[in-house]
């Protein structure tokens, strides 16, 4: 029987067979598609339309796609965004040509070369005393331009019932934003020395983004189907931090938001965390995560995809894995094919699988690989699944 894309995505949600894999694509920044591929699929579909960007934001590079593109590519998703507030995008709108993109947490975006941009201004990078953070400018997470627009947005989807839902309030990421206010080698070093100061700054923000996610679910959480988090925990080969300074400093963090979650909403919790994260994927289970994002297979234990089915088979929906970092930049549409066909016979096994890319589909990639990999899923995605 086939499935609508939403019914589709909830049979996964719940363990159940859906009649093919889901595919997540073009809905986040963190499963999106930048605008030189996007700009390649649109040239393939003969469309003619305006360049839209996520968060109507061009120096982040990833594309808003309309419609047409997004059945193209068969996205059983669509998405629903907060915004930063209106004197952010005044500001950037007016900002001089080539200068640093402000966001409201005073990190900045700075132009590297033609529309490549870098997140390189940091705020706080010399700050070492909770009196600095006392002083600092922190954003109003209850300006109502935030969130006021959700509730439509959502709302019309919802009711035409035909896709999922992935609602994602921007980077409600602890450690990220830590990073982001001070730089990575900065606040790695505040980790370790003055553990005090770290985790003063962690809750901070923790507290911002929870105010911010309370607004957000306030406004649409009775109609979402997913909604999105997460932090950058791992590298190619291992973690950033160990695991025990993760379940002291960043765990309980990360498990007060997700119960902060779960008392607003029904929806399931998409956790997205790069790099090799296997000796944490227990702990992600235990404070409440329900589908884990974006399986780096380049990365350490991550691409041991087979130990991962069997450890965490119907305990956690898997989300990602077609690598970014080879196959899609450098494979052929084949290989490409061949690759999606692998992961879906491993994860996608008796359900708990939705395919997308690990992260954002970069401008390396070509269309012709973005259309090759969505045709794979049409072609092998479907169950029973072909060996």
């Known amino acids: 029987m086939t499935m609508t894309s939403r019914e589709r995505v909830q049979a996964v949600l719940h363990y159940e067979i859906p009649d093919r894999v889901p ?27 305006e360049d839209r960007y996520l968060y109507d934001w061009p120096e982040l590079g990833s594309a808003l796609p309309d419609e047409t593109v997004m059945e193209r590519l068969r996205s059983d998703v669509r998405g629903v965004l907060d915004r930063f507030p209106k004197d952010v995008y005044d500001r950037n709108q007016s900002r001089p040509p080539h200068s640093p993109f402000i966001d409201d947490w005073g ?47 959502a709302l019309k989807i919802h009711q035409e019932n ?89 765990k309980p963090l990360h498990a007060e938001m997700i119960a902060l979650i779960k008392q607003k909403t029904k929806a399931k919790v998409f956790f997205h965390t790069d790099g090799d994260v296997f000796n944490l994927v227990e702990d992600f289970i235990e404070i409440g995560v329900d589908i884990l994002n974006p399986i780096q297979t380049s990365a350490g234990k991550m691409s041991n995809l087979e130990e991962l089915k069997k450890q965490y088979d119907k305990r956690i929906v898997f989300c990602g894995a077609i ?55 049409e072609e092998y995605g479907y169950y029973p699944l072909k060996a």
Not at 124 to 145: G, H, I, Q, R
């Open 162 to 250: 035909q896709y999922a839902i992935l609602a994602t309030p921007w980077l409600m990421f602890p450690f990220e934003r830590a990073i982001g206010l001070q730089g990575m080698e900065k606040f790695l070093f505040n980790m370790a020395s003055d553990q005090d100061f770290a985790q003063e700054m962690l809750k901070r923000i923790n507290k911002l983004c929870m105010t911010n996610m309370g607004h957000f679910l306030d406004q649409c959480g009775d109609v979402i189907d997913i909604i999105k988090i997460g932090d950058d925990l791992g590298t190619q080969e291992n973690l950033m931090i160990s695991p025990r300074m993760y379940r002291k400093m960043l």
């Open 323 to 377: 690598d970014t970092q080879k196959i899609l930049p450098h494979g052929s549409p084949e290989e490409v094919k061949q690759e999606v066909r692998r992961v879906i016979n491993i994860l996608g096994q008796g359900g708990g699988y939705m395919l997308a890319t690990v992260h954002t589909v970069m401008n390396e990639v070509s269309a012709e690989n973005v259309l090759a990999m969505v045709d794979a899923v």
């Open 23 to 49: 595919i997540i694509i073009g809905v986040s920044n963190a499963t999106g598609i930048k605008i030189k591929p996007y700009r390649g699929i649109k040239k393939i579909l003969g469309i003619e339309s």
């Open 107 to 153: 990190n900045g975006q700075m132009e590297i070369g033609p529309d490549n941009w870098y997140p390189g201004v940091h705020p706080l990078p010399d700050a070492k005393t909770v009196e600095e953070l006392d002083y600092f400018p922190w954003p109003n997470m209850d300006d109502s331009f935030r969130t006021v627009h959700v509730r439509d947005q």
